[in-house]
């Protein structure tokens, strides 16, 4: 009896060393090694298991090496496939994927080499494998600047809500963080110029307004550099309009620095760049030389204007202010330098009623000169 109760135990337990052998059975493992397009390993990668019988998901992370490794799949065909990190991973922006692939019991290896993936591709195309390496060096400089457009067009953005808000030092610091990241584009230089310059006017401390303003004019001369040091445009007329801009913002903030004369040879370049913004440029030429009481060169630059636009209807009053300037008087008379009442006779005729329609004719008034709204206009003859 006992005999036979030791067998029965015996063959209790030796059923019970077969159990755990037939659940491992049930189902294998994978592992494998995740590598990039350039060859390197995609650490903290995702790489996602989806069994094609029954839709079974399997999320595995890789390590700093790139590996990955898991136990408990159940046998089937996976389409598997590689991301980068968790956002691509919810971005479905994936790095590669293999469909079909057969998980047997025991151990399975599923390796990734986006590299050779694509260098094998193009291989098949005829493609050399220097070729190739030209096309993947390409591929990872389109990918690098697309990124970092992205990040300076975010710091770009936020400046300007900032500055809008009137929080030029927000805005300020946004560009700089800016210029950390990529110091070669002119645009961030000329905005950042712009809030320098913005900023300066509302400083009570002279010694800051004077910083900040040479801030901008540093600013600004980058811009220009890197605008001029370019690869030629497919637009030629927008690149010089924008390099027009940057002179102009320039030539402001010269002037807002006490820089005239610098100004005076920054809005000339103004012009230079683009003629067809050379009117403007010797408008705010006259403005700068009429606030520093340079009344003849200010009359210059106006007449300058007048030629580039013969339609500029401001040109013409403030080219008539100046003139008043250089009146004389007769006794108790006044006596317009010539070209005087012809101007501002012409501004009223361009603009009877722009903003400075009423100083006009009270300044004709005040000299005597009738208003004239036909200035330039020949008469009609009247048939005999």
């Not at 230079?272 to 200010?298: I, K, S, W």
Request: net charge positive.
């Amino acid at each position: 009896m006992k005999k036979q109760f030791a067998i029965f135990l015996v063959a209790v337990f030796a059923l019970g060393l077969c159990v755990p052998r037939l659940f491992g059975q049930a189902s294998g493992t994978v592992k494998g090694v995740a590598r990039d397009a350039s060859g390197n390993p995609v650490a903290d990668g995702i790489v996602v298991w989806v069994n094609m019988d029954n839709g079974q998901k399997y999320t595995l992370k890789t390590n700093k090496k790139g590996e990955y490794f898991s136990l408990g799949l159940s046998p089937g065909k996976y389409t598997v496939t590689l991301f980068r990190n968790a956002d691509d991973l919810k971005a479905n922006k994936e790095l590669d994927h293999v469909k079909g692939f057969q998980v047997n019991l025991d151990e399975n290896t599923l390796d990734f080499d986006v590299k050779k993936e694509t260098e094998d591709a193009l291989k098949g195309k005829g493609v050399s494998a220097e070729q190739a390496k030209q096309m993947q060096e390409q591929q990872e400089k389109a990918k690098k600047e697309t990124n970092t457009v992205k990040a300076l067009n975010d710091k770009l953005t936020a400046a300007a809500t900032a500055a809008q808000g009137g929080d030029f030092d927000t805005a300020i610091a946004a560009l700089n963080d800016a210029n950390q990241l990529d110091p070669s584009r002119d645009l961030i230089w000329f905005k950042l110029g712009d809030y320098y310059r913005q900023s300066a006017v509302k400083q009570t401390d002279k010694a800051e307004k004077d910083k900040r303003l040479a801030s901008a004019i540093d600013s600004y001369n980058k811009a220009i550099q890197l605008k001029q040091a370019a690869p030629a445009e497919k637009d030629p007329a927008a690149a010089a309009k924008t390099l027009s801009a940057y002179y102009n913002n320039l030539a402001d903030a010269q002037s807002k620095a006490g820089k005239i004369d610098d100004a005076v040879k920054t809005y000339a370049l103004a012009a230079q760049a683009d003629p067809t913004q050379a009117a403007q440029a010797y408008f705010n030429t006259g403005a700068v030389l009429t606030n520093a009481g340079r009344v003849d060169d200010a009359i210059a630059a106006f007449d300058k204007c007048i030629a580039a636009d013969p339609n500029k209807a401001e040109a013409y009053y403030q080219k008539g202010v100046n003139l008043l300037g250089k009146a004389t008087l007769q006794g108790d008379k006044t006596i317009p330098a010539p070209g005087t009442v012809e101007s501002l006779q012409k501004y009223l005729e361009l603009a009877p009623t722009g903003p400075n329609a009423q100083s006009a004719k009270d300044l004709l008034a005040s000299i005597g000169a009738p208003v004239e709204t036909s200035f330039g206009k020949k008469k009609a003859t009247s048939k005999k």
